[in-house]
């Protein structure tokens, strides 16, 4: 667009867990700047799922939040096995959120909907083509969630995180198709070290030594936490190790590394959740032990960070070991699935705190592979999709 109305109207949906919402929010706060320097102004609503991670996050951020009536369709390899009682409420719910969208829609006008997937979006998305509303859908994984893939054959424009995914779209919905990448939060592109440091407390830590940075998501992972308490001693005669381990594994990892020497419990810092203080220990982390989720996996590639990454074994169509073999076979990463042993983890880490050389390969390749700009292209997709002030 080469010029923009005194008020920009933004529709966003999508939500129910992070790998939808933050990727949202991220793009909107770069279009707010964008447009603010042109003197725009950005009219936002979100609709959403009361219960969902949507909700509380709009209500710290001062969004106008509208909940919308949705189902969620569990999906079974037996067809028969999807004709459950749940579902069969569930989709009953579907023709009241479509009613309800269909009027949210209609009352806000916006110049553009912002979709990122999630079963909440659907209902917007078909309200957008009865009104002919201009459509976006963000897809954050490499294959199109189920959200997304009924949505993507009606959207004006569809923004994939991977290049990747093009092969997989059918060919009337890859000419509609960009690769922007998923929008990275600009607080983690703008961490610290000496603030994880001083946040943190780590002046007993070895500036000899790499750091390690662990972590199982906000919750933490029984899996890691495991493998991490087995492999420690010899972890920390290699490593600094700051540890998330998830708030209610927090009591376990102190009974577990009680009896850890001073020399090496000095090195060790346990934490139940990492916060504010995330971008500061990704700054300051060497390595990183993950999940592969969608999002994790665009931090850890736009910041360049070497990793050996574990997936979840319940994540929706096996996506996060999708996406550990894709970066292991990129030279960004080194996966490790299915039954992983102490073992399996000490070979995999092992030559990356060894070797700083290797690290530095390893960040190199991940960081091609990156996007810290994705927000951005995002945006562009979203200025060129939307129609011109009424």
């Known amino acids: 667009m080469s010029s923009h109305p005194r008020e920009f109207r933004l529709l966003v949906t999508g939500g129910g867990t992070g790998g939808h919402t933050y990727p949202a929010l ?79 829609v209609a009352e806000f006008k916006p110049d553009v909907i912002l979709s990122t997937g999630g079963y909440v979006a659907v209902p917007i998305g078909i309200a957008a083509g009865m009104l002919r509303r201009p459509l976006v859908v963000h897809e954050q994984t490499v294959r199109l969630g189920l959200a997304n893939r009924l949505l993507a054959k009606r959207a004006t424009r569809v923004a994939v995180s991977s290049s990747s995914t093009l092969e997989l779209l059918p060919e009337a919905v890859r000419e509609r198709t960009v690769v922007t990448g998923n929008p990275v939060r600009a607080e983690v592109m703008a961490g610290e070290p000496l603030k994880a440091v001083d946040a943190l407390g780590l002046d007993s830590f070895d500036p000899d030594l790499p750091v390690l940075y662990v972590t199982g998501g906000a919750q933490g992972s029984v899996q890691i936490n495991t493998l991490v308490t087995e492999a420690l001693p010899w972890l920390l005669q290699r490593a600094n190790v700051i540890h998330q381990c998830g708030p209610n594994n927090l009591q376990d990892m102190f009974d577990s590394t009680a009896t850890l020497p001073a020399e090496l419990a000095a ?99 991940a960081r091609q592979h990156g996007r810290p700009d994705a927000a951005e292209r995002l945006v562009d997709v979203l200025l060129e999709a939307a129609r011109p002030a009424k």
């Not at 009219?43 to 189902?71: D, H, M, N, Y």
């Not at 990463?333 to 992983?340: K, P, R």
């Not at 000490?346 to 390749?365: F, Y």
């Open 267 to 365: 090195r060790y810092r346990v934490m139940g959740f990492v916060g504010a203080e995330l971008p500061d220990v990704l700054a300051l982390a060497d390595v990183v032990v993950s999940r592969s989720g969608a999002g994790t996996i665009a931090e850890l590639t736009a910041l360049g960070k070497p990793s050996v990454l574990v997936p979840l074994p319940s994540a929706a169509g096996n996506e996060q070991a999708h996406n550990a073999r894709r970066l292991q076979d990129l030279g960004a990463a080194v996966a490790l699935e299915g039954d992983v042993a102490e073992a399996d983890l000490r070979e995999a880490i092992g030559p990356l705190l060894s070797d700083a050389g290797r690290r530095e390969r390893m960040s190199g390749r």
């Open 26 to 104: 991220t793009t909107l706060r770069a279009l707010q700047a964008r447009l603010a320097e042109a003197g725009t102004a950005v009219s936002v609503l979100w609709a959403g799922t009361a219960k969902g991670l949507e909700a509380t996050v709009t209500a710290s951020e001062g969004i106008r939040f509208v909940p919308v009536a949705t189902g969620k369709l569990r999906r079974s390899s037996n067809p028969l096995g999807m004709l459950t009682a749940a579902n069969m409420k569930d989709m009953a719910r579907v023709p009241l959120g479509v009613a309800q969208a269909r009027s949210i």
